[in-house]
């Protein structure tokens, strides 16, 4: 018996991809194995992170890292960095900023809604820009001068979602911010595969970069990290900690050295209710090496294979199936309704949840990212028995 049916809960077969409502994905063994480990024994968590920082720097090249508990608590613990930096009377005020530093410049076109952990944060949204190419009624969006223009004392940094529509590019962005000493956040939760990402960002010049361990990279659901410069990195990790105890007793890591040399120690910050668990910084890092050791032809072949899986099983279906890559691959059912046929399969015996992203279209989307073949077969007989 499953320990969900213990509990009294039903399981899913989760088609609609590693989305956090449908509890992410399914971990590989390995990392089980890793969470399971880390659980049976205790650490000192700042060292913990010391050894993620050095994992995290071999496959980003960045200067640090951290393991966070999601790429949005990534996103405020790095909102809270650019704020106090490595101050800590600044950070000991967060949310309140008392110098007024604290705008964070982002695109218009570029606004989502987990842009909100910068405001939890102690930020206020500066947006720029109008993009008349989503209007349609034009071919701009925003231009580099445009966020140079708003930029004034009281900027603490430039926001910038990573996806392949995003204007202008990262690096214009981080050549303007460069010039008036700025950070750029990059806002890279699901920019994997291809596994290159880890490292493109910062290279284009972003200063601290947040992904989502629960999504591609089949790490723990509630993980991620937060990668980047290294005096960033660390008032991040400092402003997440458990800070109740005396400084003279405090020793952190090599990795984090600068926060030896703090004018005192603030004490639980802004970042305290991101608490991350060493079972999900084991999981990720263990994750995160399995993610760089397998190629990305080798990733999509897999993930290509479960869909074809379900095609199979459905042979003889009267319904469109069209196997796509956008990067990753997606299988795209057609049908007369297919909000009616998502609840025909949400009610299945073992119930399917898809994607309903597109139902204007009448198409499902169906992402391997969470599914084993097995469960592949599951859903095709399903759609072909409707
Ligand atoms: C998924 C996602 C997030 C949140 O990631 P979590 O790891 O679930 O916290 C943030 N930003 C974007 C663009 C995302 O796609």
């Given at each position: 018996m499953s320990v969900y049916a213990r509990f009294g809960v039903a399981t899913v077969i989760n088609?609609?991809?590693?989305?956090t409502r449908l509890s992410g994905g399914q971990m590989h063994p390995e990392v089980l194995a890793a969470m399971r480990d880390a659980a049976g024994a205790c650490v000192d968590m700042v060292a913990l992170q010391g050894g993620a920082s050095r994992v995290i720097a071999r496959v980003t090249g960045a200067e640090a890292g951290i393991v966070t508990g999601g790429a949005s608590a990534a996103l405020l613990l790095g909102a809270a960095a650019c704020l106090a930096g490595l101050d800590p009377a600044r950070m000991n005020r967060l949310p309140e900023v008392p110098d007024g530093r604290n705008e964070f410049i982002i695109v218009r076109s570029q606004r989502?809604?987990?842009?909100?952990a910068l405001s939890v944060a102690g930020g206020r949204i500066v947006e720029v820009g109008i993009a008349d190419r989503y209007s349609g009624s034009g071919v701009r969006d925003a231009a580099p001068w445009e966020i140079e223009a708003a930029i004034?004392?009281?900027?603490a940094a430039i926001c910038y979602l990573a996806q392949?529509?995003?204007?202008?590019s990262l690096a214009e962005v981080a050549s303007v911010a460069h010039a008036h000493a700025i950070p750029v956040l990059v806002?890279?939760?699901?920019?994997?595969?291809?596994?290159d990402n880890l490292r493109r960002f910062l290279a284009e010049g972003a200063d601290l970069v947040a992904f989502s361990g629960?999504?591609?990279?089949?790490?723990?659901?509630?993980s991620g990290l937060l990668a980047g410069r290294a005096d960033l990195v660390a008032s991040a990790l400092m402003q997440m900690l458990?800070?109740?105890?005396f400084a003279d007793t405090w020793n952190p890591p090599d990795e984090f050295a600068?926060?030896?040399?703090?004018?005192g120690l603030p004490q639980?910050?802004?970042?305290?209710?991101c608490k991350v668990g060493k079972e999900e910084i084991v999981g990720l890092l263990v994750a995160l090496e399995r993610f760089v050791a397998m190629d990305d032809d080798a990733r999509q072949a897999n993930w290509r294979g479960i869909l074809q899986a379900i095609v199979a099983a459905a042979n003889g279906t009267s319904l469109q199936l069209t196997i796509v890559d956008r990067p990753m691959p997606l299988l795209e059912v057609r049908a007369p309704d297919a909000t009616a046929l998502a609840a025909r399969l949400a009610a299945h015996d073992a119930p399917i949840h898809c994607s309903l992203g597109r139902r204007e279209e009448n198409v499902l989307v169906i992402s391997?990212?969470?599914?084993?073949a097995a469960q592949g077969a599951v859903i095709g007989a399903a759609l072909r028995a409707i």
């Open positions: 088609a609609a991809g590693t989305v989502n809604m987990y842009d909100r004034t004392p009281r900027t392949a529509q995003s204007r202008p806002d890279a939760a699901a920019q994997l595969p291809p596994k629960g999504k591609a990279i089949g790490g723990p659901q509630a458990d800070l109740d105890l600068r926060l030896r040399q703090l004018r639980h910050g802004i970042g305290r209710s391997p990212s969470a599914l084993t």
